[in-house]
T-cell receptor, first 114, second 111 residues
Framework: GAGVSQSPSNKVTEKGKDVELRCDPI?????LYWYRQSLGQGLEFLIY????????KSGLPSDRFSAERTGGSVSTLTIQRTQQEDSAVYLC????????????FGSGTRLTVV | QKEVEQDPGPLSVPEGAIVSLNCTYS??????FMWYRQYSRKGPELLMY????GNKEDGRFTAQVDKSSKYISLFIRDSQPSDSATYLC???????????FGPGTSLSVIP
């Protein structure tokens, strides 16, 4: 596609429920990144995919968070047993593997846990 | 201490002013430096990109990197109301490394 597409754009969920956030990167971009942005905080790195493998998942805050990427394209970030502190905007970005300069971001999924 | 520090603002300037946005960082391994602009409820978009020390100019925007001081700046000349956004500095150690972002500075340009 022309840009990075994320869905849903907004998600309200009850505490304790599981949620899945989807990212559809730019066609041909082999690198995919998930970041989290909380109010008043910067972008917090969560996980990086190169193709279908995740060489860096150091930013996942707990084992309730997991992500996968299939076919070198679409990625899903899953949060199990959501907590109120998980409320944030989850941003996905993609880039060409050998491109030095920055990423192209999607508009994010705004997650609210009530 | 965070790896990348940035004054959160908010910064409010009149239209036409010169704006100076700054970041400091602690890790001397950073070599690639970026500035992103983020409008409300949108994802960040890449504004400027520089490698190592020096200046880079693109229209009304100038990015400066001083690696000896671990200090980077973004200057906006003839600021416009459409420049009102949050500006995030960002950096990485190698071309294949993940990008580390500063917390962002909120800028308002008043007509």
């Amino acid at each position: 596609g022309a840009g990075v597409s994320q869905s849903p754009s907004n998600k309200v969920t009850e505490k304790g429920k599981d949620v899945e956030l989807r990212c559809d990167p730019i066609s041909g971009h082999t690198a995919l990144y998930w970041y989290r942005q909380s109010l008043g905080q910067g972008l917090e790195f969560l996980i990086y995919f190169q193709g279908n493998s995740a060489p860096d998942k150091s930013g996942l805050p707990s084992d309730r968070f997991s992500a996968e990427r299939t076919g070198g394209s679409v990625s899903t970030l899953t949060i199990q047993r959501t907590q109120q502190e998980d409320s944030a905007v989850y941003l996905c970005a993609s880039s060409l593997e050998n491109l030095n300069y920055g990423y192209t971001f999607g508009s994010g999924t705004r997650l609210t846990v009530v | 201490q965070k790896e990348v520090e940035q004054d959160p603002g908010p910064l409010s300037v009149p239209e036409g002013a010169i704006v100076s946005l700054n970041c400091t960082y602690s890790n001397s391994a950073f070599q690639y430096f970026m500035w992103y602009r983020q409008y409300s409820r949108k994802g960040p978009e890449l504004l400027m990109y520089t490698y190592s020390s020096g200046n880079k100019e693109d229209g009304r925007f100038t990015a400066q990197v001083d690696k000896s001081s671990k200090y980077i700046s973004l200057f906006i000349r003839d600021s416009q109301p459409s420049d009102s956004a949050t500006y995030l500095c960002a950096m990485k150690k190698t071309s294949y490394d993940k990008v580390i972002f500063g917390p962002g500075t909120s800028l308002s340009v008043i007509p």
